[in-house]
C-alpha cells in the first residue's frame, strides 16, 4: 500500500485579526486546523470607541469565531487558555488540565507595545526630553 502522509495539524493560538486571517488563508490547505481562543468571539477593537460612548452595544464588535469560521470545513474552533508552550515537544498546557499537540503552531496572541515609550524615543530624536511635553511628564504617572 502507498504510504500516505498524515495531514499537518496547524494550531493558531488567538482569534483576533491575526489569528482569523490566519485560519482564513488556511482554507481549503490538506492541513487540520485548530484555532483556539480563550474567548469565544472575536472582539473588532477598532469599534470600541463607538461603544465606549454608547453609539454600539458590545454584541455589534463581538462575533462568535465559530460563526466566523463555519464555511471552513478544515477548521475547528476551541475556548481554551494557553497557559505554556513547550517548542521542543511540539505540544502546549492548556487550561481545564488539557493538552494540545501541533505540528505547525501559529501564535497570534496580540503585539504588546508601549506606544508611550515610542513617542518618547521620537521626541528624544527630535531634542525634546519628555519631561519638556505637556502632559507627557512624570507628573501623569502619578495621577
Ligand atoms: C480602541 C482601539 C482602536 C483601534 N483602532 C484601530 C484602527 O483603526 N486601525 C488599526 O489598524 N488598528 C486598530 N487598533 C489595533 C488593532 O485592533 C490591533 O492591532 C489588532 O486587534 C491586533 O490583532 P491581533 O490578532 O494581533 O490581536 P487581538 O485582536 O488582540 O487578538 C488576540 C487574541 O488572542 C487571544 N489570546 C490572547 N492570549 C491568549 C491565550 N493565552 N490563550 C488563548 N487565547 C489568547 C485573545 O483573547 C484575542 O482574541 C485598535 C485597537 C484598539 C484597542
Partial sequence: MPHVPPTPRIVIIGGGFGGLHAALALAGAPVRVTLLDRHNYHLFQ???????????????????????????????????????????????????????????LILATAARGNPRRRVAARLRERGLPREKVAGFGNDTHRR
Fill in 46 to 104: 477598532p469599534l470600541l470607541y463607538q461603544v465606549a460612548t454608547a453609539a454600539l452595544s458590545p454584541a455589534d464588535v463581538a462575533s462568535p469565531i465559530r460563526w466566523v469560521l463555519r464555511r471552513q470545513r478544515n477548521v475547528e474552533v476551541l475556548l481554551a487558555h494557553a497557559l505554556a508552550i513547550d517548542v521542543a515537544a511540539r505540544t502546549g498546557a492548556l487550561d481545564r488540565n488539557d493538552t494540545m499537540s501541533y505540528d505547525y
